[in-house]
């Protein structure tokens, strides 16, 4: 058997079969490249639900840079959410919506992109697995340690890059973490999610980083903000956008408070509801106005006091809308605000969202809180919150 990561040419047009067939269809096609480097992968240790072929791709989606990339992999594939069973064109379609541009443009540029950029990452992937000395039947050691995948509804849900390559082959991380921490004198139990934004299920309320004007980002965009509004639309069978809600409601929110057209003041929030994400446990979304345009300029500037007082805002309005729902609002989900483009060092932007957190926690708020963030550098400093340690990190965008 030839081996795996010396065939990127094959790699890439079986890729551009997957394409083609989607997931459903592919039982009884010839891939043998894929099904050879989806063998030796699988020898590392590890594990994750779906054929080993399924479990590759979605490794190597989940290699690739957040954002436009990996969306429109995702996408392209059938391994976001609700897609597999897409025809190839839908799925083309929706993935060309991602970059802004034609499906014809997509077929010809931005698709082959993609498509090559999944197989470098296959060829890297069983590269280390055979560097680690993994094979059939030699995979015992090298799975020996946690190495479980845990599978989203889009695509591998882990630490931000999905896998990392260790010493001794493939590593992937769990997606949930419960951290303990104690507020004043009571103990506390924080969930952090390490996964996109619109993978978040069953949390009552989920708070969106805007700017002051609540002026949204177009939802080919890879912000947080953007995320949410492309998840909470609706869409035809061929990626067609049936309702697009969070605007509006934005629109509607201002109206009321007599806002229209001019800047809040920044700490404001606005409550919206969640759209789509209803169907997973999300009731609502709380737009939070941390990041004010610099004249002249694409760019915003946020203030870490500003977060703090937004946080602080969101669970005020928490508080308020908690008995208007059935049942009751309980939980809430924060990213790291302002760790996106406003610029805020993680540290920095986790620092500025607790202070307003524990605050409420020890006057005794019984919130079940969350944080969603993309990487295991940020997921990291929020597990060091019970010790007060805050490592410091070069600055990633985020959210």
């Known amino acids: 058997m030839a081996s795996p990561t010396s065939d990127y040419a094959s790699l890439l047009l079986e890729l551009k079969e997957v394409r083609r067939a989607g997931l459903v269809r592919l039982r009884g096609r010839a891939l043998p ?53 897409w025809p190839a064109s839908s799925r083309r379609a929706r993935a060309a919506s991602v970059y802004g541009v034609s499906v014809e443009r997509f077929r010809k540029d931005q698709e082959v992109m ?13 590269a280390e697995a055979e560097a680690a000395g993994a094979g059939p039947g030699g995979g015992e050691a090298a799975g020996a340690a946690d190495t479980t995948v845990a599978r989203g509804a889009s695509g591998v849900r882990g ?21 303990d ?47 949410l509004r492309r998840a ?24 009321r408070h007599g806002t229209s057209g001019r800047a809040v003041r920044p700490g404001t929030v606005a409550a919206t509801g969640a759209g789509a994400l209803a169907a ?13 345009p610099r004249a002249g300029t694409n760019d915003y500037d946020v203030l870490p006091a500003d977060v703090t007082r937004a946080v602080s805002q969101a669970l005020a309005v928490l508080a308020e809308e908690h008995d208007h729902h059935e049942p009751p609002l309980r939980s809430v989900c924060f990213p790291l605000l302002g760790s996106g483009r406003g610029g805020l060092p993680y540290d920095v932007s986790l620092d500025a969202v607790w202070a307003a957190v524990e605050a409420e926690l020890a006057r005794g708020a019984c919130w079940d809180v969350h944080f969603v963030v993309r990487t295991p550098e940020a997921a ?20």
Request: aromatic content about 4%.
């Open 380 to 399: 990291a400093l929020v597990e060091r919150i019970p010790a007060g340690i805050r490592p410091t990190f070069d600055r990633r965008p985020t959210g």
């Open 33 to 85: 490249a894929i099904e050879a480097a989806a063998e030796a992968f699988a020898s590392t240790g590890v594990r994750a639900p779906g054929a080993p072929v399924e479990v590759l791709l979605r490794c190597a989606v989940a290699c690739l840079d957040a954002g436009t990339l990996r969306t429109a992999a995702e996408y392209t594939l059938g391994l976001a959410q609700g897609t597999r069973d």
């Open 181 to 227: 921490v104690r507020a004043a004198a009571r103990p506390v139990r924080l969930t952090v999610h390490v996964h996109p934004v619109d993978l978040l299920r069953d949390v009552d309320v989920v708070v969106s980083p805007s700017n002051v004007y609540f002026a949204l980002p177009e939802p080919y965009k890879s912000s947080v903000a953007a995320s």
């Open 280 to 292: 997973q446990g999300v009731r609502r979304i709380y737009h939070a106005a941390i990041a004010v």
């Open 114 to 126: 993609v498509l090559g950029q999944v197989a470098e990452h296959i060829v890297r992937l069983t």
């Open 232 to 255: 909470a639309g609706s869409y035809g069978v061929t990626g067609e956008v049936l309702a697009d809600p969070l605007p509006g409601e934005l629109r509607e929110w201002a109206e």
């Open 159 to 179: 630490t931000g890059t999905g896998v990392r390559g260790t010493g001794t082959g493939v590593r992937a991380t769990g997606t949930h973490r419960a951290v």
